[in-house]
Structure formats: C-alpha cells, structure tokens
C-alpha cells in the first residue's frame, strides 16, 4: 500500500493524494509512506523517485543494520523498530529529501502510524516546519527510539523482582531467569548499540554540522539511546552477578550436602562395625556371655556417637 | 516551591524576592530555585524564562543521563545527585545564563540547601563574582560530586573490613556480602562515570576553551570524578578477587569433607565386610572353632585400618 | 592457468586474448586472472607487469592478513575468500592499475569465475564502465565477502537449534556442540575481521577521499563486514551464555544426586544399625525374648524412617 | 620543617638558607622543601608564594590522583611515592616555577632526601642548570618512579617462584598466594597506571611541545611506565591463569577422591550383601549345609571383586 | 667484540676495518657491530660516537621495553629478539645515523650475524643503498621479526594437535599442555605487542612521513606484527575455551561418578538391611520359620534391585 500526504503552503495537510500530484507547486512538502508494498509498488522508488539503485537494493532486502547514506538530493536512512513482544527487528527505511520524506517498510508499524495520524490531524508547530520533510523524518525516528524503553523496563522489572525474590525459588528456576534475560538483553543490545552508532555519526557529520536545531533534535534521541546502551550493559553485569552468586549459593548446597552425607557416614559407619562384631559367631567370644555386655556395648556406641558429634561440631561443620 | 535571591552590584544577597524581580537592574545577578515544584510553579520555566521545550522535557521527565546542552543565551545542564542511603540517583537540572542560575529539582536537596545558604549567609570572594551564576553553578556541582565520595569510602571500608576478617565468618555470609558490595559499586558506577563524562565533554568543549580559571574549577571536579571512577573499577575487581578466592576456598572445603568421606568409607566397608563373613551361619567355618579365632579376627582388622590410613598418609591426603 | 579479456572502447568484451595485447589501443582496459598460476606463469608478475617485489612477495607468500598498499600506478589488495565447508581462508591478490586489473589466487575459486562469466556474458551497465578496472575490483570484492554470509548462517542456524532444543540431548553432546561452535566462530571471526578493517582503511584513506562513487560501493561492502562482526560477536556471547548455562544445569543435576545419595545413605544407615544390634550374639539380651519384640523393632525402623523423610521434605531438599 | 637551597649563578650550592633569601638576586634558582610540615609552615604556601588556593587544598588534603595543573607562572604536580613495605601511596607535591622548585609531602621520604642530598654534594652538569627547577623537579621523579621496580621484581619473583615450585604445597596454600599477588599488583597498579596516564598528559601538553630536551627526560620516565604498566597486566593474566589452573587441578583431584570413593563402595557393597544374607537365620538355606558352602562363598567374593575391579579398569577409571 | 664494516661509494664492502677508519671519505657508510661488547668496548658509545647519556644507559641497563628515540643527528631503536627454545627475550639497540649504524647487543645473535654475511658477502641491489644505514636496519628488523614467526607456528600446531587428539589423553595431562601454552603465549605478546606498537609508532612519526620506500618496508614488517599480534589473540582464546571444554568435561565425569556411587549405594543399601533384619535374633520371627522363607526373600531382594533399577532408566540416569 503506498499513501501520500502533502502539506499546503499554509500549513494545511491533505492525505490520500495520489503519487503524480506530490511535485505539485501548491504542496510545499509532502510524505509518501511505503507500508507493506507489493512489487509493483516497490518499483516505483526507482520509477517515479529515481532512487541509487544501492539503496532501493537496501530497502528490498533484509538483514542491514542501520545507518545513514548521503546521496545528491536525498539522505537515506535505515532504522530498526522493536517488537516489543518478541524483541525482533523490523526495518524501516527513509528517504528524507528537501521537499519529500519517503518512508518503505514490509510490515505495518504502529510508530509510523501514530506520527502520520499526529500530522494529519493537528495544526502543527509552524517554525519546524521550515525543514518539514526532515522534522517529519525526526519524528519517525523519535517514535521508533521511544519504543524500544518499555522492552527495556520489562527487562529491569524482571531484574529487580529476581534480586528481591532470592531465595524462595529453586535455584534452577532462578537461573532459567537469569539466563533468560540475557539472551533478550543480548537481543536489544543488538538493535540499540547500532541505532546509538548511527545517530553519533549523523550528528558528528559535516552534513548536520553548524545548523543548531537540528542537531539539538538528534542529540536529544542520542541521548536516549546513550542511557538505553549504559542500561543494557549494567543490566548485563547484573545478570552475570546474579548468575555468579547462584552458583556460588548452588556450590555452597553442594557442601552441606555432603556434609550431611559424611557425617552420618562416619557416625553410623563404626557402630555398624561394633554391632557387626559382636555378631560374628566365633566358638569362643568372652564379652558375649558378660552378664551386661549388650548394654556396655550400646553405652560405647552412644559414647562413641556423641564424642564424633562433637568433633565435629568442633571443626564447624554445622555452622 | 519556587525561591529567588538577588545579589546587588556590591555584593549584597536579597533573599526572598518576588520572580519578577528578578531582571531587576539593582541585581549583579540572581539563582531561582524550583524545589519541589508543583505543575504551575513548573510552567514558570516556560512562561516566565522561555526556555526551550527540549530542556523543559528534560527537566519534567525523569531517567536522564548527565548531559550539557548549549541554548542560545544559556547552557542547560542534567545532573545526577546521590542519596547515601539507597544510592538512588536524584536529578539536578541548572540553567547558566548571563544574569541568572535556575535550578530545578523534585527532591528537597541538601546539598542544594547548603549552597544557598552559604551565599546567603557570608560576604563573598569579590573576584570570583565577575561571573556570577557560572560560579554558583560551579558550587552546586561540586556539593554534588563532595557527595558521592562518603558512598564510595563506605563500600571501601566494607571491603577492607572483609579482607581482613577473612575466614571467621561462613563462606556464605561472606559471598552474600561480596556480591551486596558488587551490586552497591555497580549503582555508583551508573551515576559516577555519566558525571565524569560530562565534566570531560565541559572540558573539551569550545564555550569554555581558552577560559583560564572555569577550567581549573572544572577541571578539579573532573579530578574528583576520574579518581572516583578508579576506585570503583578497583573495588569491582576487588571484590571479583575475593569471589573468585571465596569460591575456591568452598572448592578446597569440598575436597576435605569428601577427603574425609572416603577415608572413613575406605576404612571401615571392609572391616565390616570380614565381621559381615564371621556373622554367616555355615555350618562348616573352621576359623570359628579356633580358640583364639576372635582374636585373630580382631587384630587382622587393627592391622587392616593401621595399613589403609598409612595409605592415605603417603598419598598425601590429610596435608 | 593466465586468462586474460579486453574490454574495447565500445563496451565488447573480449575474453581468451593472449597476455601481450593487452595493452593494445583497442581495449579501454583489461582483467588478467592467474588462477593456480604455475611457477613460470607467476614470474609473469614481474616480467609483464613489473610489480613491486614485495608485493609478488606478498602474492607467492600465503598467510597475509587483508591488506592494501599503494604503489605508483596500481593499488594491491590481499583479500580472504572463505571456504564454506572447512571455514578456512584462501588468499586473493588484486592489482588495481588505471587500465588493468590483475587477479592473483592459488586455487580455483567460484566466485573469481562467476564475477567472471558476469563480466564476459552480459552488457554492463556503461556508466560503471568509466572505471573500469576498479568496479570489476568491486565486484571480486563483493563476490567474496557475500561468500561469508551463509557461512554466518549456518552457525546461527545451529544455535537457534541449540537454544530451542535445550534439555532433550544430553549435557555433554550439548556442550560439545557449543564448543565446536565457538571455534568457527572464531575461525570466521579470524577472516572477517581483518577484511573489516581492510575496508575502513580503505574508506578513510586519501586514495578515495572525495570520489563519491566508489565509496558508495565500498561503503556497502563496509556495512556488510560491519553486520557480519557485530553477528559475530553476538553469537560468541550467545555460545558463552549457553556454555555457563550448560555448566549451571551440570551443577543442579550434580546437586540433586548427591540429595539422592545422601537421602538414601541417611535413611537406610541407622535401619542397617538397629538389625545389626539385634543380630549380636549377646547371651542376654532382654529385648530378644520379647514376644512381640520383633514386630517392635519393624515398627521402630519404620516409624524412624518416616520421621527423617518428613525432616528431609522439611528442609526442602526435594524441591 | 621547610628547608631550602639556593644555587647561585656560578653553580655553587647554599642548603639551609632561609626562606626570605630565596629570591635573591645572587641565587639562580632555589629549591624549597616542606617536609612533614606543620600547619603554620604550611601556611606559608599561600604567604609567602602565593600559590593558587585550588593547588594548596590539593596539597593539603590526601586522596589526589596523579595530575599536572598549569597555573601562571609555575605548574603543579600532584605525584604518588610508593612504600615498597606496604604498597601504600605517599603524595608528593610539587610547585615547578621558572626560578624555584617547591616540594610539598606529609611524610620524610627517602627518595627526596637522596636528590636532596647529591645536589647539595657534588657539582652538577652545568648545561643541565640552564632550567635548574624543571631538572631537580625531574631527578625527584626518576628517584620515585625507580622506586617502583623493586615493587614489581619481588612480585614477579613470587609469581616465578610458584611456577617452578608446583604441585609440593597444597593447592590451598598456593591458591591463598596467588591471592595475595593478584592484590599487591591491584594496588601497584593503582599508582602506576595514573603515573603514566600523567606522564603521558605531559608529554603531549602544549607547554613542553618543542622543546627537545626535558621531552628526552619525561619520555624516558614514560618509557619506564609503560614498561611497568606492562609487567603488572601480563603478571595479572599469569595469576590468572595460575588460578584457573590451580582450580582444575583442584577438580582432578576431587574426581580421583570421587574415583576411589566409588571404587570402593562398588566393590564392598556387593560383597557385604552377600555376607548378610549367609548371616540370615532362616530355618531352611541348603546352602548353609554345603560341606564347603563357606569357601564357595568366599570364592564368589574374590571372583566378584576381581571382575569388578577389571571392570573399572576398562572403563579407565584408574587412568 | 666491536667488528665493522665500510661501504665503499662502488659498492664493494670491507669488513674488520679498524673503528677509526669509519669515518674515512672512501667509505659511503659504514655498520659497526658490537656483540657481546665489555666494559671498556662499550665506552667507545660515548668516547668514539658521542651518543646521547640516556640512549648509552639504555643500552647498559636490560629491560627496556621496544621503543625508538630521535635525537639530533641519528634515530636510536631498542628491538627485542626472541631465543625459539626458551622465549626469552634479548635487547638489541640500533643507532641510525646518516652515514652509519651502530648496532649494540649483549649475546651474540644469529639474525645478526646473518644479515652481517649476507651483506658482506653478495653484491647489493644498488637502488637500495641510496640510504645504506636504514636499509641494513630494516634488514636487521626484518630478520628479527622473521625469528618470530616459528616460535609462533610451534604453539599453534600443538594447539591443532591439542584439538584433534582430544579424549585420548587424560584430562590432567590436556589441562597442563594447555596452561603451558598460555604461559607461552603470554610470553610472546610480551615481546610481540610492544614490537608492533613501536611499528606503528614509527609509521606514523614525521620522520618517516612522506618518504614513500622506507613506509613501505617498515609497512611490510608492521603488517607481519599485527598478523602475528591477532594470531596470539586468537590462541589465547582457543586456550581459553579449550580449557573452558576440559573443565566441563571434568565435571559430566564427575557427574558420571556420582551417578555410579548413588545407583550402587540405592541398590544394595535396602538389601543390605533386609538381610540385617533376617539376621537378628529375637526368639519370635515367623518368617523364619516358613519353608520358604528364605527363596521368598531372595526373590524379594531381585525384585527391589529390578525395580530400582528400572527407576532410574526412567529418569535418564544412564543417558
């Protein structure tokens, strides 16, 4: 589906204009928006926008990480959205050129479809619309950037829940957890840190370089994407804490287990002994006909438990 | 709770003057401070300074990172300050302009508060007024950052304190102390290096190049910054040491209960075994009619458990 | 082997021309490709071409790592292609003259032969044409580095495999699957990453500097290499999250069979000892003559048995 | 106590001069020292020199880092002097104008007293006077840096040490020094690194760029940082390694005392079983009657344990 | 030993010309070799050649890290051999003049004396002698370097080796080839980094800037470091996970271990004690009495140890 918008010299926006009408003089700018385009559609970046071929490649196939090309004319942008269920990326692709902001992506996207409703619905700001394709193109990415915070406050949520629940769960379960946010942290790292490079390369660009506003605009949502990198990365160091203290609390089980295990081995192993011994049925055996033998020898097997208990309260087992 | 002091062209501080006052000729230059501001007070900022909406944003919204921001007429600064307690971050946002210092802040601060009384309440240094509000700034930063360095010397005083106590306490309550001191450092990281960033980004920008004595106030709390930040990286590879020397030390505890396990299984399963044969009811067992069978019997285990311990020495196994 | 084509002013391509017309007026430019060059075939580069002798050192010489050097009228690269199968590197050199391509490689390659075949069996695009040598460069280049893509794939194919089949395989096949993992990646990561930073300096180089077009291109290929390390890097962590993982689960499972033997141990050690006691051979033994005596003693042990069951549910070790 | 040395034109060297003399005109330059200085004399910082109140708080508080601070007229260096007992960090101030040389320490420092002591002794270098503060100011560097190598070498001796020596301590005893390596050389490297880090802010400073000489002196310095910086991260990595290696032999071991563990109650068990049940008393076991029942059991045993044993063995447990 | 040779301005080479001679008209430069120098011989650096105090100490004093010092009139290298049996590194010192150069070492060196005969004995590429002394220290370097490389090679075919063999050898045996190798490594980054540091350092010092045949020389040899310098990395990190693949082969045996003891123990503990109970002696049993008592607890027991058995089939023990 291709739609258009153009917006009248006196700030007046008409949606649903068709594509030839967008060069028209009574537009000053206008915003085609590719949302999930069929073939057809897609040919008309090259047809009717004479787009770099590099670039319509781009925008076809999948799999680019964003970033920023600067052709004559026209600066072409590709950007990642988040889904905030699965954490997958979505492309998103802008042309931003002076009187026309092109956007194309392959599935349709709540982000674009706010920004276009808030332009299609309100009067707007009129000084940015000085620059109206670029301060369109802005928004989109705001849209975008702004997205990805909730994905990471489910992440800290969980983090900080983990921290505080401690014990109560079995260890394997905790470490299910742990393991899991990593793998999405690892997966939001993967769309954030390249987003943040993008736009520290668009701002220290000679193409931005020396216009205030602008930049100003740029530098705000580089300045979220810095906090959303530093989160994630501390975020990281606190699961590999997590993780680390629960092997060392497994490790620590692991020793009183086996304490229990030795030391009702080594209590019950010489008394078992004892009372093997005065089972054996040799002919001549002088304690078995001692009038009170059987109860000398139960007073020493609970002598000699007692005195064990003690060694190794002494070497502090039990603490 | 807006509040406002003027400070007249010699030198006298007026406390409690209305905000319209405050362009005021008689003033040199004036600080207004939004402690606590409720929303009204809070649209001050843009119907009484006309600040720009961006900066507003940022002051209203909270989750930023330390940044500096150049308006046209003054700079906006977001910085971070320190509760001892919890080691939450609080945000501190400063307006520098020519003739006034605009604080804004949703907590009451000490810090804060001792600044302004201190300006309140004494007779000044003359020469460093020429520029007044950069140097108040200059003030509140530096009771910002004076902060942090108690918070710091808590957690290095634990660690210390850990070092040396060593092996008194149980390996759990050890690591569980560890890993608190890990997750404390941690959080101090997330204020103290933005901070730091920011001091070398004010360093390195060109509002302040070439400007001989901001630098060196600056650059002093730059000072303070960088050694902080080295601490913390220390403490945190402290602090890996000492996991890695506890988890080691639960490692070599494991050897020696499971040392002592098969010591004592080794020892005794076969004399149990041979009281377990002189037990069976054949009816032929010729050693049961010796006359001193028993004793034999007896002596053949002392020699048995003589021989394995013996064994076990010369492996090594109770070094 | 030495083939060589002209291409003529008019855009004809001529393939199978013997080495010496190479420089005849009638080709616009040429590609000489020594493809497994014998001894005396590869002397040609010195002969013929009069290349630098380091440079034919380099091309002679296998183990070089993805350089660029710039020589008085001609550019020499060594690029890495990437066996799919073995994941090992083979060595290709390139000679970017103004009028001629060279292309040097020790063994036949299919994506030297494709760009080839594309080259010799279609009409290109004329524009391109202009430099001739150097996007026939490009296009080697290209060939290459898209070689690498599935070679990434596949590894990230068999970790999303490993990750979902999680706990039906045993540990150790698990484990040995990570760990031949990792070491592709790093295999990859040992071609890929010099080739990166082969292209930066090739972008950044005053060579390029200014000519819009080729760095286009090479900027593409930049990109390429720029998502392939960051996939690279991510899918290391990934293994290393899995491997901790592994060794966590390891340790659960070693935790709940150490319970089970010290349950069993626990519960059947005191029964083993109480028959014991009633099997020694005591000439009074009150209990013994008891009527019910025995069934007494079943009940003890049964009773004795429940009760440390009970205490070990209490303490939570069959969670 | 404040001591001073003036050094008059022709070279001759007047110690104990008092501090009002050292401006005089027949001195060519004058070296102060504060050492172990009570408050009152160290008011004299700010009196008599009227040094800038930043750097005379840096002098008097502890806990600076290494810095260089450039103020009209003198530079001022913060330096740290390393007690070679206790690894701990003594400051060292110094104030480096064009025709007096202040140095500023809480403690006597036998580095200083050595530079002390051979200018006040023999005759200098005369073409090395010509910038006589910023010399002296270089000898007292050289004698603190020199006093670094010891630090190290007695490490890395240890570190030798423990490799050659292996396996004859226990495991225990090595891990515990290997710990205490790891933290001598976090503490050396918590001087060391911000020494070179200053050195290197010199080196690279605006105020020494061009002039030859002292460059010469400051980057021999640096060359013995880095140097040192060196040692103490590989010597980390090598009580790293040893750590790691220490832990696997650590879980060879435990596997061998499992081994045996098993081994043992393997091949008891069954036979212990069989002793018991011949130990029953039930009115009707043929094989109780057997003439030579008895040795047939004792047979089986052998066989058993024998077959058991060879079991192990093929399995490889005893490898 | 202090031996030299003279160039003469036609190319011919006369070596073992006294000290004196070398600063003859006939000769164009000159190389003079002290291998092994005494005392008094290496006094002829300051007596004979008047170089630089601080470059004589360096060559005096061992333990220098690579590095390269300008002073007027002659650039002054220290270089690193490296001795392939024991990875011991031996200092060479370069001095580069104009129109000699000096070469210090305190062992004798076989890349040296190599160079010294290739170049005495075989007719030079003339072109190359235009700047005689550098050219012979590239040489030097350049076999220095060369030296490398099968010191590097050696490591990495036992790490294949390592790799292929895999479980043949026992573990304990795997784990010290592969901490050797580590240990090895490191001691040859010590040498190689700070090597391809001063490379690059001199690549991109102003003394070499824009002299197009020497860069491209000292090109060659940095690109041999770095590729030797990743090779090291990648190692350290096969190491690393090979040791990280022992560790957790360990512990699936271990894992291996326990199951065995806990599946004996489980299995015959409850026989054990139903034998016990058969054993005792109390004067009322009844199924003592029963003709078949004893074939019924036989059974019984066969019965037990199926059941368990099949038990843990179930839960996956024996996967």
Known sequence: MIRAMGITHDHKVETG???ESIGDSKYGWSWVDFNEASAEEAE???????????????????????????YEGYEFLV????????????????FIGDKVLVSFHHRRLKEIDDVWNSLAGRAQNRKAWARGPFVAAY????????????????????????????SRESVEVLMNQVFDLRSRLLKLRRTIVPMRDLMYRILNSQHIQGEKEPRAYFA?????LLKLAEM?????????DLRDSYISLNSNRMNGIMKTLTVITTVFMPLTLIAGIYGMNFAYMPELEWRYGYFAVLGLM??????????????????
Request: net charge negative.
């Open 44 to 70: 008309q970046l090259d047809h009717f926008f004479h787009f770099h071929p590099l670039a319509i490649e781009d925008c076809l196939h999948v799999l680019q990480r964003p970033k920023v090309d600067y």
């Open 17 to 19: 204009i068709p594509l």
């Open 139 to 166: 928004m989109v990415i705001d849209a975008l950037v702004d997205q990805y915070f909730p994905c990471v406050y489910a992440v800290e949520d969980e983090l900080d829940e983990l921290e505080k629940q401690g």
């Open 232 to 240: 994630i990365e501390t975020d990281r160091e606190m699961t590999a």
């Open 220 to 224: 705000d949502i580089h300045d979220h």
């Open 302 to 319: 609970g002598l000699l438990s007692i005195w064990m208990i003690f060694a190794f309260l002494k070497r502090g087992w039990f603490k």
């Open 79 to 94: 950007l990642h959205a988040l889904d905030p269920e699965t954490l997958n990326t979505e492309e998103v692709n802008l």
